[in-house]
């Protein structure tokens, strides 16, 4: 079968280190479906250990790479919005700097959408791993078809944003990546799904390994973080993406639960979110 060319889609920044970046782009590479361009921003000035990385794919892959350079970091919505504009193809395989996916992720989101060709999304199941990919501490499972999805929508993130390929006529319809801090992805998936009607699937299996770390809860409280997601759900709730009492649950929710001590929210996400 003749699958049509795709992009891959990754920013990096100078915090990433560089053997997460060089593990993250050689599994993309290595995919049983090769890309045809990879777009990879450099949002801001990066280390020189990250700078040699990016030089030594470049060179073993000629005209492949499409280095967007951003002089100051400005955020991942806006850097991630240059790369779909520059994309030279429809279907855009996404892909955070630090992780890892197995072979034939790319092979098989694109018999999805050959499958169904009024798909505009298509993600997975993600692994959550610490360290390396041996390590997986949970698996982060989202609804399958898409009136599943739309429903689960409604109170969390149904689609996984590194895990996604997605057309790329269907993200600047819906007003491509907006500037949304920590939720550039769950805004733009919305937009798409509730004010464009984008179809979305996701595969029922862990085709994705996402890198944590044993600070992953912390990062997910105090009051600042709880202030933001409430600020982001009320948005939801006011542009009709949710009903009020969608906005209750998880909006109030998550404010509650970011305000937990650490252990009571890891437990949380471990037994609840994660199941």
Not at 19 to 48: C, H, R, V
Not at 77 to 100: H, Q, T, W, Y
Not at 119 to 146: A, C, T, Y
Request: net charge negative.
């Amino acid at each position: 079968m003749g699958y049509p060319n795709y992009s891959v889609l990754m920013s990096v920044y100078c915090k990433e280190k560089a053997q997460y970046l060089e593990y993250a782009i050689q599994s993309m590479l290595d995919q049983t479906i090769s890309p045809n361009e990879f777009i990879l921003i450099k949002d801001g000035p990066l280390t020189k250990e990250l700078d040699l990385v990016i030089e030594r794919f470049v060179s073993a892959n000629p005209g492949l790479f499409n280095i967007i350079v951003n002089e100051n970091n400005i955020g991942l919505g806006p850097a991630l919005a240059k790369g779909v504009i520059a994309s030279s193809n429809e279907l855009i395989a996404r892909m955070d700097s630090d992780d890892f996916v197995v072979e034939n992720r790319v092979e098989q989101q694109l018999k999805i959408f050959e499958s169904d060709s009024s798909l505009g999304v298509v993600g997975s199941f993600e692994s959550e791993f610490i360290d390396n990919i041996d390590n997986v501490v949970s698996v982060h499972r989202v609804p399958e078809k898409d009136d599943e999805i739309k429903k689960f929508m409604r109170r969390r993130c149904a689609v996984l944003h590194p895990t996604v390929i997605f057309k790329k006529s269907n993200v600047l319809a819906s007003g491509n990546y907006h500037d949304v801090r920590l939720y550039e992805d769950y805004d733009l998936f919305a937009r798409m799904i509730f004010e464009h009607d984008v179809k979305c699937y996701n595969i029922q299996d862990s085709l994705y390994y996402i890198r944590t770390s044993e600070d992953f809860f912390e990062r997910r409280g105090g009051y600042s973080y709880a202030k933001t997601a409430l600020k982001f759900k009320w948005t939801q709730f006011r542009k009709g993406h949710m009903s009020f009492a969608d906005f209750f649950i998880s909006g109030i929710g998550q404010f509650v639960v970011s305000c937990l001590p650490n252990e009571v929210r890891k437990i949380f996400y471990m037994k609840v979110l994660r199941g």
